[in-house]
């Protein structure tokens, strides 16, 4: 099969007569396969040589559109003498093959206009978001006075699939950070023979913050990711015009079902990951600092006030609102292509991954402010 | 005349069902064969035996010659440059534009300069009947008519010897499916080509196809539509006497 493809010869152009007016005899297969080659033997010649006033094809053993295509090209006000096989697809070629439009080149111009949509953009992706938020809102608030409208089971599943499926990995993780950051201060904390306050350490800044705030991060990566991209393309493939056209809305059979999950999901992981977070605490204090466990149980009780863990809860419904608010819009928003999906889908990660820090930091306002 | 396509005996099965049991089938140069059977009959699991997406469980397919089983890579690569494909919604790839989508085979299989990528490309595009400026559109942009013209394009941008369709006039409106009937017509005049089309559309096997291979009792039977239609077989008469196939006739006599 190869064989018959690779053509032997090796030119496809040849100057007869030498002189300038003189003929070129085309020659070989001048099919798609050896343009490449057809393109080296052109690049060859000198242009005067290729205004030639004959050009001959009776050389050609087989001929196709793309080299019909150079011929044209190259030679386009020679006289063709052609054979009745030739001649139609010669006739089927245009007269002159339109010139492939450009892409828009970029200047200021373009760069500005640019500029300026990405900001138009990010200001209706502002409006939008709380309008949705505020559909969400009314919803729940329809479904609360009529509780029969809540998709019980709908709400059931994604409490499974963003809850339960996640336990592994969430516990992991609080485990392995607790363990890393109590390694570090250990380190550091001995140097001034303040061992034990190791413990107060890893225990305060997993309670506060990290062990709700890497729940988060986990659950827009894990979670937020498969809302996103399940519900794009059910957007795609029309289901959720179907609900539509079938007087079931959207928000209340897709996104607040996995709104309520969420917001059950997320706080129960977060103290998931908090509880594995001491026992790594435990393991490293025995391990680094030869604490014993009972030691390290009661500087616990002392250093994790019931405060500092509220502090780190309180936050944990509202970043589970956040994500999944962010991560359904973008779902809802797919349009056109497969491509759509991915694109939106990491938006909404990264978006939702985003909007938790910054709720973060306020958080930390907030409570400085409060004296907490 | 000569022979492309050739099965014998091809068997197909999955599990328990088997869906080809002894099927054979000869496509000749320069023709074209409508690929016709009931849903589930078949069609596309023949097509992806074809095209060596699915070994089928026993029996031989030839391509120009030579038995497709024992190819190498190198020999299969060159295989591929002969045949183009059509699929049922298009397949274009949706992070190409359009013009990229048709110069995809040549950037991969040629090592043309990009400038006649381009113009190659172009041409093919304005040869199955979209405008220049369709050229920057992505595939999410055209039209279901369109995107078929695009794959169609695509499929022809290697100038392969035998084109393969599938369902392509299926979802078009009249107006667009009779207009790609002709520009299949069009095409294998000035290109040579040998063509399967699959289909359900009716007109399309009246106007295009000169043999109709039917996959009927998991085997295919071959002949001409005015055969067929003498055909004694149950399902066979049922597909061409009911009552779409009337209107068709009476329009034709009309």
Known sequence: MGAAIAVSEKKYLDVLGGEAGSVLALQGAWVVLNVAEIEKDIAQQKPETLKARGVDLGGITRIDTAGALLIRKYFPDAKLALSDQQKKLFEFLPEKSPSAPLEPKGNLKTLLTHVGKNVSEALMFLFEIIAFTGEVATKLGGCILHPGRFRFAAIVRHIDETGIRALPIIGLLGFLMSMVVSYQAAIQLQKFGASIFTIDLTVISLLREMGVLITAIMVAGRSGSAFAAEIGVMKLREEVDALRTMGLDPIETLVLPRVLALLITLPLLAFFANMLGLVGGAIMSQVLLDIPLTQYIARVEYAATPTILFVGMVKAPIFAFLIAIVCTYQGMHVTGSAESVGRLTTVAVVQSIFIVLAADALFSIIFANMGI | ?254
């Open chain 2, 1 to 254: 005349m000569e022979e492309i396509i050739k099965v014998t005996n091809l068997v197909n099965t999955f599990g328990s069902h088997t869906v080809h049991d002894g099927l054979n089938m000869s496509l000749y140069k320069d023709e074209i064969v409508g690929l016709v059977g009931g849903s589930g009959s078949g069609k596309s699991v023949l097509l992806r035996s074809i095209l060596g997406l699915r070994k089928p469980t026993s029996g031989e397919i030839e391509i120009a010659g030579v038995p497709i089983q024992d190819l190498d890579e190198k020999e299969w690569r060159a295989l591929q440059r002969k045949w183009g494909v059509v699929y049922q919604n298009g397949a274009l790839f949706s992070g190409l534009s359009t013009l990229d989508n048709i110069g995809l085979p040549l950037r991969e299989h040629t090592e043309m300069s990009e400038e006649n990528i381009r113009d190659l490309a172009m041409f093919k595009l304005c040869m199955v009947g979209l405008k220049p400026e369709d050229a920057l559109k992505s595939p999410s942009e055209l039209s279901g008519g369109m995107a078929r013209r695009v794959a169609l394009a695509r499929a022809l941008a290697l100038d392969p010897e035998i084109l393969f369709l599938d369902e392509p006039t299926t979802g078009l409106d009249p107006i667009s499916a009779s207009a790609f009937d002709e520009l299949i017509l069009s095409l294998r005049a000035a290109l040579d080509l040998s063509v399967i089309i699959i289909t359900h559309d009716l007109d399309t096997l009246v106007t295009v196809c000169d043999r109709v291979a039917i996959i009927v009792d998991k085997k295919v039977t071959t002949g001409t539509l005015e055969e067929m239609m003498q055909s004694e077989h149950e399902w066979i008469k049922s597909y061409f006497h009911g009552p779409r196939m009337r209107a068709i006739k009476e329009k034709k006599r009309a």
